[in-house]
């Protein structure tokens, strides 16, 4: 069974600090990987995503992450925090195969809390 | 307009009334899922639909049902709701054809089971 493990319930950061979100998944196959943000009160909007190729990923703002298939890790990272990044953070793992027998069933970790000082 | 809508979007009740929640999208999507969101646990699966004549339970459906109405259209019910399914719940809708999976969200209802 695919799983998502985010080791980190709260970060606290300052603004103008860089920040790393810790992401490890269990998967059988080759993963699809996501980053979800959640804006308090808000719905969830893609970060970003891998799904092949480059395994350092780009994403909406000024986000990356990196895809370490022999650590099983999907890291975020960000190298300057601004106070509007104050978010909850969640990663999730998809898969290839069988896709198109299952469908787009993500699973999802528990997330990160991340606070901004000023 | 939101391309994913939810309503209500905040609801508080009581312990054994029946709750709708519904969900309407504007993407042209095929695939329709309900996730409930914990502290701490993260989204969890309800049901999925890839389709009107489609639909599958997730790993937490014991309690809920849904209705897909239309392509458009897929609805949450809680037919005798209980405090612990207090939770915020996500409608979300995929293309297939995207390929990846990529999930796209509405903005969530609040329910409170007193």
């Known amino acids: 069974a695919q799983s998502v493990t985010q080791p980190d319930i709260h970060i606290t950061v300052s603004e103008g600090a860089s920040l790393e979100l810790r992401c490890n998944y269990s998967y059988g196959a080759t993963p699809y990987l996501f980053w979800y943000v959640q804006s308090p009160g808000q719905g969830l909007q893609l970060l970003l995503k891998y799904f092949s190729g480059d395994t350092l990923v780009q994403g909406i703002k000024g986000f990356e992450a990196e895809f370490k298939r022999s650590q099983s890790s999907f890291n975020l990272r960000k190298p300057s925090v601004h106070w509007s990044d104050a978010a909850e953070y969640f990663c999730a793992v998809g898969g290839a195969l069988p896709f198109k027998a299952a469908g787009n069933k993500l699973t999802f970790g528990g997330g990160t809390r991340v606070l901004v000082k000023p | 307009d939101a391309d994913v809508t939810q309503t209500p979007r905040n609801r508080i009740t009581k312990t054994g009334k029946r709750i709708m929640l519904e969900c309407s999208q504007t993407?042209?999507?095929?695939?329709m899922y309900w996730y409930r969101q914990d502290p701490g646990l993260g989204l969890r699966l309800i049901y999925y639909s890839f389709d009107v004549k489609d639909i599958n339970k997730g790993e937490i459906s014991d309690g809920y049902s849904v209705s897909r109405q239309a392509q458009a259209k897929f609805s949450l019910s809680l037919e005798s709701a209980i405090p612990n399914q207090t939770a915020l719940y996500f409608c979300?809708?995929?293309?297939?054809?995207?390929?990846?999976?990529?999930?796209?969200f509405g903005e969530g209802s609040r329910l409170t089971v007193l």
């Open positions: 993407k042209g999507h095929d695939r």
């Open positions: 979300a809708t995929s293309d297939p054809k995207e390929g990846t999976g990529e999930l796209f």
